[in-house]
DNA sequence: CGTTTATATAACATATCCTTTATATAAAGG
DNA sequence: CCTTTATATAAAGGATATGTTATATAAACG
């Protein structure tokens, strides 16, 4: 599995997204990230291995504590590939404008 | 599941990406895009079906074939959301800026 | 130390995903 | 019409994901 597999896969669940919307708030325990979802702290504990496994997070030993925060260079690889699409998906659109001009030449 | 859990589990698959990157270059009919993988017609077919189902490509009927090309407003909603973490992950930076700036002050 | 708190891991059930083969459908071409 | 080409769908198997409960570990607290 490449990075981004990792990376897209780790996005693609919502409570991943939500937590990761949490952690954009700042650092969390993973008891305060448990708190605001209906699942046990092993299924959050799960989550936050396969974000941290995604490259998205990062976390801190602070005695029986694990802080995570986001991981600093969490979505680059995905911003790359995106960039890639985003490229054909402008270039698409100035064929359109191209389109368009030339309708409005004949016009 | 929301679109942003379909867009984002349907990018989580190499082919599925790879797809988009061959629409990337224009538009191509299902067997133009079997082609290229040691994959059966069928198996493409899904992951074309759950490409569309993502709002990551529309197809157009011309006769049998279904050309299939990249959906305009693809990644609108991804990078809405990525939007967020870019900017939690800026505010992280300058904070180190910050930081940084303080201690060649105390310096 | 004994207990509580914080987190991780194992074992297991269920659901979903990906692929294949086999088959259906519908347009195209003699 | 009959055959070929293009695509879709169904059935089935195997792998993977997600959740739960039960348990392990290790730090914190009294």
């Known amino acids: 599995m490449t990075n981004l597999d990792a990376a897209f896969s780790a996005l693609a669940d919502p409570t991943r997204r939500a937590i990761l ?3 954009a708030l700042g650092e ?3 008891m305060e990230l ?3 979802f209906e699942l046990t702290q092993p299924a959050i504990s799960r989550h936050l291995k396969v974000l941290e496994g995604a490259g998205l997070i990062v976390r801190r030993v602070e005695g029986a504590k694990r802080p995570c925060r986001l991981a600093p260079s969490a979505i680059s ?3 790359q590939w995106l960039a890639m699409l985003r490229k054909a998906l402008s270039a698409n659109y100035d064929r359109l404008d191209d389109v368009l001009a030339a309708m409005k030449t004949e016009k």
């Open 28 to 30: 969390a325990t993973v």
């Open 34 to 36: 448990v708190e605001p």
């Open 77 to 79: 690889e995905i911003d």
């Open 21 to 23: 919307a949490r952690l």
